[in-house]
């Protein structure tokens, strides 16, 4: 299964170890699902993981999420959008996840935008919220 983070879902995931952003990150690191990711999409981490208000929240060393943003880019399906669909009128910047995902034919979008989970659908591609999308895996892939 293939699916793509925002920003917000993949720098969450560094906040709290048990989190459900944490919890899906552990499913790609496991090999469960494939995650997409754009090289723009990298750069937008890095540049975020250096904010200050970003750094303190940090549960995690320097070196341990130099090592994450290591195994993104070794270990994530690096997908470059060859189109971009205005879908998100309130916040056109998040259309590059949109265009990510079906570009990469990926079956979930996870996000906590409430600009791209009011789509909520888009073809085959569901946006959902982290939640949703660890309740919908406990229960579809332990049967």
């Known amino acids: 299964m293939r699916i793509v983070l925002d920003t917000n879902v993949l720098i969450s995931s560094l906040f709290k ?3 459900t952003s944490a919890q899906i990150l552990a499913l790609w690191r496991q090999q469960a699902v494939e995650l ?4 723009e999409g990298l750069a937008e981490i890095e540049r975020v993981l250096t904010y200050p208000k970003v750094r303190k929240r940090l549960v ?3 070196e341990e999420v130099h090592d994450f943003i290591n195994l993104l880019k070794c270990v994530g399906t690096i997908i470059r959008p060859d189109f971009m669909t205005p879908l998100v009128g309130a916040d056109p910047d998040d259309d590059k996840f949109v265009a ?3 570009t990469g034919h990926a079956q979930y979008l996870i996000s906590g935008d409430g600009h791209l989970l009011d789509i909520g659908r888009v073809g085959d591609l569901q946006i959902v919220t982290p939640r ?3 309740n919908w895996w406990q229960t579809h892939k332990t049967e």
Do not use: G
């Not at 997409?36 to 090289?39: A, F, K, R």
């Open 60 to 62: 995690y060393s320097d």
């Open 132 to 134: 949703v999308f660890l």
């Open 100 to 102: 990510l995902a079906l």
């Open 36 to 39: 997409l990711i754009s090289s």
């Open 17 to 19: 170890k048990e989190s």
